[in-house]
Nanobody, 127 residues
């Protein structure tokens, strides 16, 4: 399976970007999809996650709640991360990840639960 994240770029504080994650070799319209980010000099951290299927569930990191929104296009097998009201501290390389498992809500932020990762897309927010 290969995941392709795209949509990053340079934006001013307060602006918006939409990241996309497309998969080949596996459908990501099931299981759990997560977005993570890694800022320069910091560890990779959870941003948002979505569990497909009956009892769908979305989880967001506190730092992005109310600003970032997870969505998906089932027909195109693409998931999105809409990022609004961006701040300089959102600057990072953003990664999408997937696991066929439908994780419980508390496990969605756990990086080791995902077995497929994209290459990352850089988001830079200028002040």
């Amino acid at each position: 399976v290969q995941l392709q994240a795209s949509g990053g770029g340079l934006v001013q504080a307060g602006g918006s970007l939409r990241l996309s994650c497309a998969a080949s070799g596996r459908s990501i319209s099931s299981g759990t999809v997560g977005w993570f980010r890694q800022a320069p000099g910091k560890e990779r951290e959870f941003v948002a996650g979505f569990r497909w299927g009956c009892g769908t569930s979305t989880s967001y990191a506190d730092a992005v709640k109310g600003r970032f929104t997870f969505s998906r296009d089932n027909a195109k097998r693409i998931v999105y991360l809409q990022m609004n009201s961006l701040k300089p501290e959102d600057t990072a390389v953003y990664y999408c990840a997937h696991t066929p498992a439908r994780m419980v809500l508390s496990a969605i932020p756990t990086q080791t639960s995902y077995d497929a990762w994209g290459q990352g897309t850089l988001v830079t927010v200028s002040s």
